[in-house]
């Protein structure tokens, strides 16, 4: 079972603590530290999937040297916010990588192992795109 606590620290900021004792402070933009609870379940997303991204290209023996995701998302105006499009934007790099290993990488995770974009999938439509870097031959 997964657990996490959240513990308020004062004016508009938490600390979130998940069941292996990780924290992460989380407050309202005007707090000036920590992360807003809404791009936080955008870090979940990205996150989630790039464990799984890393893992499936690693067993293809495609391992990577880099792994950046932008996630940008458009929510609804009014409360409660709801987030409705979501865009994943992929840029990797890595020796030998192909643009089907990679496809295939984000499409096991999106539609089989991430637990996040699974729970999101019915509220918002997620999209995705990537980049392969050239690697450097000298390197």
């Known amino acids: ?4 606590t ?10 979130g603590t ?15 530290v920590g992360m807003k609870p809404s791009e936080l379940l955008l870090v ?7 464990v799984d991204v890393v893992e499936i290209l690693a ?12 996630a ?5 105006a009014d409360p409660p916010w709801t987030f409705r499009k979501i865009h994943l934007k992929y840029t990797l790099q890595g020796k ?6 990679v496809a295939q990488a984000i ?15 019915g509220v918002a439509q997620i999209d995705t795109e990537f980049e392969i870097l050239s690697e450097d031959p000298s390197l």
Request: proline share 3%; aromatic share 4%; hydrophobic share 30%.
């Open 1 to 4: 079972m997964s657990t996490a």
């Open 6 to 15: 959240i513990q308020w620290i004062g004016g508009k900021k938490f600390v």
């Open 18 to 32: 998940d069941s292996t004792n990780h924290s992460v402070v989380i407050s309202t933009p005007d707090e000036g």
């Open 44 to 50: 979940a997303l990205a996150s989630c999937t790039a």
């Open 59 to 70: 067993k293809k023996r495609k391992p990577l040297s880099q792994l950046i995701i932008r």
């Open 72 to 76: 940008e998302a458009t929510q609804d």
């Open 96 to 101: 030998g990588l192909t643009e089907s290993d």
């Open 107 to 121: 499409e096991l995770s999106e539609g089989k192992y991430c637990s996040v974009s699974a729970t999101l999938r």
